[in-house]
């Protein structure tokens, strides 16, 4: 008897020594969380969906907009045109490319309020987010869930991508602040190359579907770097610090509350939502200059900052506090803070 072909829908993948018919069960019965559904989170769902991961928690706080499709691989121009919430585009989708895995989506903005809550059923977070509030946070949980968190990140013609592991360094142990802002280039200061988000979110869904099917011993230990544009390729091993305030020493901020993103509220009287300060105070001088030019009415005085964007106002405080105007929809106003004052 010759051996038996597989020639169902994944049979491609069964057919590959590293995973074969085990890793594939294994993967069916695997749930995974991808958290924000921008460019990183659609390429890395849409891959995960298709190799038969068997439930997906999907999250994202924003609506499709134009400016979105270039790269924004979920997502077509009826979604835009209706301003439709990303979850829901892309459970739609998702949906319709693989209707035999479970996908659960919400329009939410996760935060230290609801994160364990939200993500108690997931075996694996990948970053799909725009933030280091939200990264920071992801870190502390999946350290004290003792659960895989997959780190994404893309900017400009270059991404980051690396996998914190239960027992390994976490991202606190290689960088243990987040970067400030003001020195913090965004997709919307400095653009995006729609292929650096792509290699970027497949090397990211890659080490997901190594953990979920049961191979962590192949992940690499530590970050993968790579400019699409110049074609520099770098991998830095990431060491365990036996200090590390997050993964030594037991002490989460984010996910406490204590830092990064807490609620935001709207505001009585209507059409403004109130972001509480997520780090230190910013520089205020440093983020006019970086934002010069890309955002409209920009209006610098001694204790704020103000500007338009995408029909609504952002005035920003000295001491990191943010008023938005034109919604109440908190997720928004936090979208608008963080793609372009950065989180
Ligand atoms: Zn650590």
Redesign the pocket.
Same mark, same amino acid.
């Not at 360094?169 to 142990?173: E, F, I, K, M, T």
């Not at 590390?244 to 030594?248: E, F, M, N, T, W």
């Given at each position: 008897m010759p051996p038996m072909e597989p020639t169902g829908r994944y049979a491609r993948q069964e057919r590959l020594a590293q995973i074969g018919p085990e890793g594939q069960a294994a993967l069916g019965r695997a749930t995974a969380a991808v958290v924000g559904l921008g460019a990183l989170g659609s390429t890395a769902a849409d891959l995960l969906a298709r190799a038969g991961v068997g439930r997906l928690l999907l999250f994202d706080r924003d609506v499709v907009e134009l400016h979105n499709l270039q790269r924004q691989s979920l997502y077509d121009e009826e979604d835009a045109r209706r301003g439709r919430p990303k979850a829901d585009a892309a459970r739609a989708r998702l949906e319709r490319v693989n209707s035999s895995i479970r996908i659960e989506a919400r329009a939410l903005d996760l935060c230290a309020e609801n994160a364990e809550a939200e993500l108690a059923g997931a075996e694996l977070y990948l970053d799909g987010t725009d933030n280091f509030a939200t990264r920071y946070l992801l870190n502390d949980l999946a350290?004290l869930r003792g659960r895989p968190y997959v780190y994404a990140g893309v900017v400009g013609t270059y991404g980051l991508s690396g996998a914190v592991l239960p027992g390994g *360094? @976490?991202?606190?142990?290689t960088w243990p602040e987040p970067p400030p802002p003001s020195e913090t280039p965004t997709c919307r200061s400095a653009g995006v190359l729609g292929p650096a988000v792509a290699a970027t979110a497949a090397l990211a869904a890659g080490e997901a579907l190594k953990i979920l099917s049961g191979h962590m011993e192949a992940v690499f230990p530590g970050f993968r770097y790579l400019d699409l544009w110049t074609g520099e390729h770098r991998a830095l091993r990431a060491r365990?610090?036996p200090d590390? *305030? @997050?993964?030594?020493r037991g002490e989460h901020p984010w996910l406490e509350g204590r830092r990064g993103a807490r609620r935001a509220e709207p505001l009585c009287g209507g059409d403004a939502v109130q972001l509480p300060a997520a780090g230190p105070p910013p520089d205020l001088e440093a983020l006019a200059r970086r934002l010069e030019g890309t955002v409209g009415e920009l209006e610098r005085q001694p204790g704020w900052l103000r500007f338009r964007e995408g029909g609504l106002e952002l005035l920003l405080f000295a001491d990191g506090r943010a008023l938005v105007r034109g919604t109440e929809d908190p997720g928004r106003a936090r979208a608008l803070r963080d793609r372009t004052v950065g989180a």
């Open positions: 350290v *360094p @976490c991202l606190r142990c365990r610090d590390c *305030p @997050c993964c030594a």
